[in-house]
């Protein structure tokens, strides 16, 4: 069973270019109609105590109170309303995935949130606070696969500034960005996830915005996309590795072509994990 972690409270207009922030309620929309027989659940909210696991007290005070700016720049209330539970979607899924195998966050991982800032449309980063709170629960490693098209900076100054060795993460973004090298670069994920191998659960960013006509983006086409989270999900299957995947950036006009990109996933995690079938 795929469990995915939506509510409605962690929709936001927050007034960007980014459309981040509206994407949960769309992707999940889309997933309902295509996928009926997958199950939903409402996360709990993360708590401030939880948010503090990967930032300052004082950036997550500021920004719940509205004298900090979030990632998108500005300090709209409903932005900060919805923050809690885009980060309690991952927190949720990282524990289901752990007791189950697999379990999907429709939220964004915000990699390019760090500790005491946020930036890049992102606000708290809602991937290690999912991995410090599993860890607290005892998963002794956590892995985070960053296939976003840009790089985690979030994720890597928060594992620094807080000395989180436990956590192996990997960010495509360092190693691989043009067409050229998009085959090299589905070739090399089975071996690229073999520093996973330890860790008791993937937390992995599923990004859209790789794709070829992405304005921020534009290296991998519909179907390498597909093989590149095939490829993960079949290699989570062989190594028994629990995944918690999530969305990421995607940024292409009109949303619906980011929705196809999203879509493919869950069809890909469907055919590794599910044993039920989409409606057409
Ligand atoms: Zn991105």
Known sequence: MIEIFYCDQMV???????????????????????????????PAPATVEELCLAHDRGYVRGVMGG??????????????????????????????????????APVSGFHHACYESGGGYCTFNGLIIAAQVVHREGAKRVGILDFDMHYGNGTTDIIKQLDL??????SAAADWEEPEQAERFIAA??????????????????????????PLGGWLTTEQLRLRDRTVFERCRQMSLPIAWNLAGGYQNPLRRVLDIHDNTMLECIAAFGDFRSTP
């Not at 700016?69 to 289901?96: C, D, K, Q, W």
């Open 12 to 42: 936001a207009n927050a007034q960007s270019f980014s459309p981040s922030a509206g994407k949960p309620r769309e992707v999940v929309a889309s997933w309902r109609k295509r996928f009926p027989v997958l199950d939903y659940c409402e």
């Open 67 to 104: 004298i900090i700016a979030n990632g998108f720049g500005n300090r709209l209330p409903e932005v900060a309303a919805a923050l809690p539970y885009t980060s309690g979607a991952m927190i949720a899924a990282a524990r289901a995935a752990i007791q189950s195998g697999v379990a999907v």
């Open 165 to 170: 060795n436990w956590i192996e993460h990997y």
């Open 189 to 214: 994920i089975p071996n690229l996830m073999q520093r996973f191998a330890d860790c008791e659960l993937l937390l992995y960013q599923a990004g859209a915005d790789p794709h070829i006509n992405d």
